[in-house]
């Protein structure tokens, strides 16, 4: 299989990702069926293509033709079979459990062409987990995008039985979809960009738990000496800090580290409040102009 056998791309779960994934596959020329079992996701997921064509024309990577063009590309539906049928390339984005990812795999398994190619997003598991559910291990690969808006990062990330030929062919068709792909040699919790923000994540919650500094100081640091816009308390205000308690939840309970666990505590009385970051409005800053936004925040003369 080369790369000029893929024309359809099937996603499967057309929430937040799956929408920004098959808009990108559109936009490059690919037939895309985005699948949902949820009918209202699929309206839902038609009025925010629209939204995320408007950014993509606002930020001059797309005009209104190519935006249409990318539109009508794109067709939406709840019937599997139809779905998978001509699918030669796919990407799935359901809810992060490894049992539904197997479950679901599986059952496209069944319908997609053989020679299709299956691709996870997964955001905190590795492919291994529901490999064998694929039906098709040496077919699968994890392949995981961040938020298309703002980046063209990609991850692809072979599991032991993934074939050389199907990492080749994701990277080139990453390339082909006007993505960064970074090849992880083998299968690690949180590719490479997660995995290193995750430490950074770790170190700042430590620093605030801990009352060593302040959520501004410890921004303000980070910001200041890497010159960047935002520091991470921002960051995590802008994943959601639901996500980010529960991912550090998650991880402190494996591990069974007190401070990794006092860091779990420290992000649940926030959530406990509601304050989940840039989604409602506040979270360690208040939205939509956060103080980290303003100039004066990593000045001297800031005041605090
Ligand atoms: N949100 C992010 O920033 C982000 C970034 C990278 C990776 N991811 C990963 O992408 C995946 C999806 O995340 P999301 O944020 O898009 O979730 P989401 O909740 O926005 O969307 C999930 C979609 O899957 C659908 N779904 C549920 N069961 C299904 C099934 N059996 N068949 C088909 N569709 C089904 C839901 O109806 C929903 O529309 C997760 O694995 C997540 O870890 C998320």
Redesign the pocket.
């Known amino acids: 299989m080369n790369l000029e056998d893929i024309k359809t791309v099937l996603i499967?779960?057309?929430?937040?990702?799956?929408q920004q994934i098959g808009f990108q596959c559109a936009v490059s020329g690919f037939d895309v069926i985005m699948?949902?079992?949820?009918n209202d996701?699929l309206d839902a997921a038609d009025k925010r293509l629209d939204k995320l064509a408007k950014t993509y024309i606002a930020a001059g990577r797309l005009t209104d033709e190519t935006a249409a063009a990318a539109r009508a590309k794109i067709q939406m539906t709840t019937d599997a079979r139809t779905a998978g049928e001509h699918a030669d390339f796919v990407s799935e984005?359901?809810?992060?459990d490894p049992k539904?990812k197997g479950?679901?795999l599986a059952q496209f398994n069944e319908i997609c062409p053989a020679h299709a190619i299956f691709t996870t997003?997964?955001?905190?598991l590795v492919p291994s987990m529901f490999a064998e559910a694929t039906g098709r291990p040496e077919r699968f690969a994890a392949f995981?995008?961040?938020?298309t808006r703002v980046t063209n990062v990609v991850d692809i990330m072979p599991h032991p039985q993934t074939s050389a030929e199907v990492v080749d062919l994701i990277e080139a068709f990453a390339v082909r979809i006007g993505q960064l792909p970074i090849m992880l040699k083998k299968e690690n919790f949180g590719y490479v960009f997660n995995a290193l923000i995750m430490e950074l994540f770790k170190s700042a919650q430590t620093l605030a738990a801990n009352d060593v500094a302040s959520i501004q100081d410890i921004d303000r640091a980070w910001m200041g000496v890497m010159h960047t816009p935002v520091g991470p308390f921002g960051i995590m205000d802008s994943?959601g800090l639901d996500t980010v308690w529960k991912l550090t939840d998650y991880w402190a309970n494996i591990v069974k580290d007190p401070q990794q666990i006092a860091n779990a505590a420290f992000l649940k009385t926030y959530v406990d409040n509601g304050a989940l970051g840039e989604k409602t409005g506040q979270g360690f800053y208040a939205y939509p102009s956060p103080a980290y936004a303003n100039p004066d925040f990593v000045t001297s003369t800031a005041i605090k």
Do not use: A, C, K, Q
């Open positions: 499967i779960g057309s929430g937040t990702m799956g699948y949902d079992i949820v996701m984005s359901v809810p992060e539904l479950r679901v997003n997964t955001s905190s995981h995008f961040h938020d994943i």
